[in-house]
């Protein structure tokens, strides 16, 4: 379905879900941070980061760790519950929260009370504003407790740790799981109220082949998703040492990771899926992301596309990224001192970037291409864009017409290679990504 042209993806690239991407940050003054807290506005989000997990898988690259060891996870949520206190306490009269996101690691790697006293806590700081709510969760560790307190909570939507439903796949990758594991959290889920739900999945993976993967698509189908994410499993054992566990010579080539980026396009398409920028699909007529994705008001942030409209996104939690038009700031990364700076009610992030006006022209052009396909540009950009794209445009998968910039239908699985020759960072700080596809 998508032509191969294997020299326009030998470059890795970032996933965008933030430009300047993180690979970017240096230190920035706490002051800055803080000063963009009392700026806001109007409605925000909030993301809160759970840095545990029960088990955890050689694939990941989040920063987490295992949940074996009450005293630090409790220690760890009390800094939580005194950081929630500090920022709260910093935004104006009148901010109110409208979507909050809880993601790690495993949120579900807390217990059900923990979680509840988490949102009591969220709820005695700040306005909330009805807010929608969303949860990554492992199944493996997913209870009915847990689930009973999600529906008391107000979740609507959640994210499942699937990736695949092969087992020889499950154990290369140190995530063994049933179907029937699976099959009862959706049940559980559904009954406490969840009307969204999201399956992770991954192609290349070690030992996957095509039926691994229509397999997968297959039961994910079955089983109800309303969303389906469809990544390729980034192996960069030189970033995230413990997928060194990964046998590395049973990963699928790159020609064979693209044919199962558009194997899996082309079936999620045909079985009642809309395709939600470049790598994530919902159903048409029931899910909001699909609605946004139509309507012209899908978003990118740091939980990837989103229907969610604020500017203002405030990350809580080691290593969380808050996001402002001005600003990207990141929380201190390691748990012990992420523990010690927000436990004495100071201010967490230490890292991030300051964006001029250049950097959001930018940042927008990328997310528009990201998540619509096209986007106009600005005069000043328009001679190098002519030169950088000319490959893309000579074998017709990128047009300019005018000031306008279309990643054609062929183009699709360069979208992120596209929205990278309008990075101006990549030739400063040449970081290490994951491949294109």
């Not at 009954?191 to 996957?208: C, H, I, K, R, W």
Request: aromatic residues 8%.
């Amino acid at each position: 379905m998508w032509p191969y042209h294997p020299d326009l993806l030998a470059t890795p690239v970032p996933r965008y879900t933030s430009y300047p991407t993180a690979a970017d940050f240096g230190e920035i003054a706490t002051a800055d941070y803080r000063a963009a807290l009392k700026g806001a506005a109007g409605e925000v989000s909030l993301y809160l980061h759970i840095p545990f997990c029960e088990q955890i898988c050689f694939y990941c690259g989040c920063n987490t760790g295992r949940a074996n060891r009450r005293q630090r996870l409790e220690s760890y949520l009390a800094a939580l519950h005194t950081e929630i206190e500090t920022v709260a306490s910093l935004l104006p009269r009148g901010v109110r929260v409208g979507r909050i996101a809880f993601g790690g690691g495993s949120p579900n790697a807390i217990s059900p009370g923990e979680f509840a006293i988490l949102t009591d806590r969220l709820a005695d700081h700040f306005d909330l504003s009805d807010p929608i709510i969303s949860v990554e969760l492992d199944p493996r560790t997913m209870s009915r407790d847990w689930a009973a307190a999600l529906g008391a909570a107000g979740v609507t939507r959640a994210s499942l740790g699937v990736q695949t439903f092969a087992p020889h796949c499950q154990t290369a990758i140190g995530r063994e799981q049933s179907e029937d594991t699976i099959l009862r959290t959706v049940d559980w889920l559904r009954e406490a109220g969840v009307t969204s739900l999201n399956f992770d999945l991954m192609y290349g993976l070690p030992g996957q082949d095509m039926h691994d993967l229509e397999d997968t698509l297959h039961r994910t189908r079955v089983l109800g998703a309303d969303r389906i994410a469809l990544f390729g499993y980034a192996h960069v054992p030189h970033i995230v040492p413990r997928q060194k566990a990964i046998d590395a010579t049973k990963l699928p080539g790159q020609r064979e990771r693209f044919d199962m980026a558009a194997f899996g396009f082309s079936y999620l398409v045909t079985h009642g899926y809309a395709p939600v920028g470049f790598d994530h699909f919902a159903r048409p007529g029931s899910d909001p992301l699909a609605h946004a994705a139509m309507s012209g008001k899908l978003r990118r942030n740091f939980q990837g596309f989103t229907d969610d409209p604020s500017d203002v996104l405030i990350g809580l939690g080691a290593s969380a990224i808050s996001s402002f038009p001005q600003m990207l700031a990141q929380n201190e990364k390691n748990g012990g001192r992420y523990r010690m700076i927000a436990s004495q009610g100071q201010l967490a992030a230490n890292r991030g970037i300051l964006r001029t006006a250049d950097d959001q022209r930018r940042g927008a052009i990328i997310e528009q291409l990201l998540c619509h396909g096209r986007a106009r540009l600005d005069t000043s950009h328009l001679p190098a864009a002519r030169e950088r794209l000319a490959p893309f445009m000579e074998r017709g998968l990128a047009s300019i017409d005018d000031e306008c910039l279309t990643i054609m239908a062929d183009g699709l699985p360069y979208a992120r290679t596209i929205a990278a020759t309008f990075d101006r960072y990549r030739g400063e700080t040449p970081g290490r990504f994951s491949t294109a596809v």
